[in-house]
């Protein structure tokens, strides 16, 4: 359950956006459903509106959430793929839960490793690529890296293949099996800039490893 946050002496946080400098207290909410929809201030004294930036409050929620809806995909992601040895039918079972579980998700889908080359697999969103030279594009550097790739904005990253102009933020998993062989790249588009992070490196690693065998990059 979300609670109000009550701050006592606006000019006091670091976070307030002055709109009114005739404020001295504001009480603050964090609203969401699928996606964020807006944070903001009650003006409870004086003239004008202000609006609180609960910076650290915000982020915090947000965390939590996002850690918490991968846990819920985890556990479904498990319990579609347990006894299964098929690698493209839990490949489609893991995008088939992301793409319509997590937020933000717009294009969600794995590249395998075919002759060389990343050929696209399974996947949910927009028309992908259909295959992708290891070396080049978030895809094939973590490819070729082994390690996953969390681009805050892909018009920065050198050699980036637009597969959909749409996209602005990418996240690219490299997946091995139990020898430790790379089998695909696992990767997710944004059309938000900067939608990936931290969580999503450490809980999308760990989906991937517990399904397919292969250890957690890092």
């Not at 937020?103 to 927009?126: A, K, S």
């Not at 996953?148 to 990253?157: I, N, P, R, S």
């Not at 597969?163 to 089998?183: N, Q, Y």
Request: aromatic share 6%; proline share 1%; with cysteine.
């Amino acid at each position: 359950m979300r609670k109000a946050v009550l701050v006592d002496g606006v000019t006091k946080s670091s976070d307030h956006v002055i709109l009114s400098k005739n404020i001295s207290k504001s009480t603050g909410s964090v609203f969401s459903g699928k996606n964020l929809i807006a944070h903001g201030a009650i003006v409870v004294r004086n003239e004008g509106l202000s609006v609180l930036s609960l910076g650290n409050t915000l982020k915090a929620t947000m965390s939590f959430e996002k850690e918490r809806d991968y846990q819920r995909c985890r556990a479904r992601i498990e319990a579609l793929c347990e006894g299964s040895d098929d690698q493209i039918a839990k490949m489609a079972s893991i995008v088939g839960v992301l793409h319509n579980e997590m937020n933000d998700f717009f294009w969600t889908g794995f590249y395998r490793v075919v002759e060389g080359r990343l050929v696209i697999g399974p996947y949910q969103g927009t028309v992908g690529c259909l295959s992708i030279e290891i070396g080049k594009g978030v895809c094939g550097t973590a490819a070729a890296r082994g390690k996953t790739q969390v681009v805050e904005d892909v018009h920065d990253f050198p050699g980036h293949i637009a597969c959909d102009e749409r996209s602005k933020s990418e996240i690219v998993v490299p997946v091995t099996d139990e020898s430790g062989a790379l089998i695909a790249v696992l990767d997710v588009d944004s059309v938000e800039k900067g939608a990936f992070d931290e969580i999503d490196r450490e809980c999308l690693e760990g989906i991937v490893a517990h399904v397919f065998g292969g250890a957690m990059t890092h």
